[in-house]
């Protein structure tokens, strides 16, 4: 076998993931080998598509990012997109844009990571392409799936009165992202941080019961942060938002990394991005059907706050003040 | 405005596309803002889905290559794809990495091209995402068509007999690639081989209507040159081919700059990727109505040779040899 991606053949390589997907489901009539996957379509079902890519060197840096985890990743954050619609995720295209000097052990590892959660989720890959890169590893997915129309969850309905509801907690990620740069990938205390960080577990199930009860107004997917999500979904429902700093399910390793960098551990985990955890607007009304949908996905939620009106988005700290709600800033530099 | 696209925000990006994008047709439910697009089908058709991309420094070189053409191109080459199973185009997502150097006006450009070819097309965008790169401009278009199930051509299909008929001319591509490279990019005799090469036009009416109309029993689009899609058509169907070189047709020009290099343009031209013509396996019996098709279609097409037994594919050269047919055998490196 060639060491390396750059000893092979497009064709090589492209085999080499073909031969690891499983069997082609029913309603895909031509998959990969063709110039382009043909599929049956879903009845009385909606299409969702979306596309998110993750560059090395600015989504992950392989020293310390495992190639299963790129992979794992690489498709998780754009079921989280899907999960945050209510979808049901049905297929994939992988565009991948290597490096000559990749080694073939991590192009397999790569695919160990994205075909084990392709396959949790049932997502089947049903083309792609294989390119060189002259520079950083690229792996771009778009992701399918469908719903019913009733069932579709939007960011933009959220209306004053509704609270917001965080699953999991806020800013693992973040602080998994610091350990990992500081060299503490394992066993230093932050192993929960860090696999949160490089395995982020798309909220697909939670997503899809919640669409399906018809139990929130609004959702969103935290690809930037809280805040950042906690904004988007709030502009895009022409609202503001109360967060609670005592309502904020933050994770005993998570607060210690912050304090022990020196930062406010709540500002950090509002502004901190990639935890991939679903955002919700709940009416009042419908809170009885949303836990009973979230205890059923197994996966915790908290009440973190509430949409309000006007436009301030705020979070009200422990001593009673309130402060404009941290990140979200981001420069594309 | 700021000069280039690392002095913006990626919200002020992504605004700047959306701002330019026609109204949502009535089938768009969720467009671009939200995590993902949510959108009705069509009744009685099959999706066709296809993924590829351009990468700077492998696909195109900034120093010849204009915005524009980028972005044309990075649509143009998915088209063909779609065009190759015989499926109308109707949506795409935009996956952009940039390198934050990028000016705001080759942004612009790029979208200009991307663009244009869209809505001659009738492609809309559905959504997409814009990422940072610490590298090369990497453009990846995903795009979707429809199709009847009765109207999908592949590349499987061809059997023993079958005339093999070619769109377009063979070689032009690589010949203005060869005169960009050399400065030649405009005024020096080569402008249409230049222009094959920066901006294809994918064959989009004549797959759809040969498609319809069930007038061929294969079909591939050429992406990597001739030789190599006469290889995998035959390859994929279990046949060999033969070309004849008497019934290529090369452009003059092609030849010409072939000629100068010290080239055989016969071998160069079967060789030479990235002309994005169809190449069809027509039935004997289909031949009526293929010429019928491709005349409605306005693209010129050429019988270059047959379908064979076994698996041997040749071009029959002017003297009567028989030599293995030239290129598809592209390293990754």
Redesign the interface.
């Known amino acids: 076998l060639p060491a390396t991606?750059?000893?092979?053949?497009?064709a090589?390589?492209i085999d080499r993931i073909r031969s690891r997907i499983p069997p082609p489901p029913p309603w895909l009539?031509?998959g990969i080998?063709?110039?382009?996957?043909?599929?049956?379509?879903e009845r009385n079902?909606?299409?969702?598509?979306?596309?998110?890519?993750v560059?090395?060197?600015?989504?992950f840096d392989r020293r310390y990012f495992p190639a299963r985890a790129i992979g794992f990743k690489a498709l998780a954050v754009n079921l989280?997109?899907?999960a945050?619609?209510g979808?049901t995720p049905r297929?994939m295209?992988?565009?991948l844009?290597?490096p000559?000097a990749l080694g073939l052990a991590d192009f397999d590892g790569l695919l160990d990571g994205l075909l084990s959660l392709a396959a949790a989720h049932r997502v089947s890959i049903?083309?792609?392409?294989?390119?060189?890169?002259?520079?950083?590893l690229?792996v771009?997915v778009?992701a399918?799936?469908t719903?019913r129309?009733r069932h579709?969850l939007?960011?933009?309905a959220a209306r004053p009165g509704d609270e917001l509801w965080l699953s999991g907690t806020a800013g693992a990620a973040a602080a998994g992202l610091g350990a990992c740069s500081a060299g503490l990938a394992s066993g230093a205390g932050f192993d929960d941080c860090v696999e949160r960080f490089l395995r982020p577990e798309p909220r697909v199930r939670l997503g899809m019961l919640v669409g399906r009860t018809r139990s929130a107004r609004a959702?969103?997917?935290l690809s930037d942060g809280l805040g950042d999500g906690i904004r988007q979904m709030a502009s895009?429902s022409s609202t503001g938002a109360v967060i609670e700093e005592s309502d904020l399910p933050l994770s005993e390793a998570t607060s210690t990394w912050f304090a022990r960098q020196g930062l406010d551990p709540v500002v950090s985990a509002i502004a901190g991005g990639e935890d991939y955890e679903l955002l919700f607007a709940v009416a009042p009304r419908q809170l009885r059907a949303f836990l009973a949908a979230t205890r059923q996905s197994g996966v915790p939620v908290a009440r973190i706050g509430v949409v309000t009106k006007g436009s301030a988005c705020v979070v009200r700290r422990a001593d009673g003040r309130e402060q404009p709600l941290p990140g979200g800033f981001?420069?594309?530099?």
């Not at 079902?45 to 596309?51: A, F, G, I, M």
């Not at 560059?55 to 989504?59: D, L, N, Q, R």
């Open positions: 991606v750059g000893g092979s053949s497009e090589f390589l009539v031509v080998g063709d110039d382009a996957a043909v599929m049956e379509r079902r909606l299409d969702v598509v979306t596309t998110d890519v560059v090395e060197g600015v989504h989280s997109d899907l945050a619609m979808a297929s295209t992988l565009s844009v290597l000559p049903v083309g792609g392409n294989i390119a060189r890169s002259p520079g950083p690229v771009d778009t399918s799936g719903v129309r579709v939007t960011r933009n959702c969103i997917d895009a981001a420069h594309f530099r």
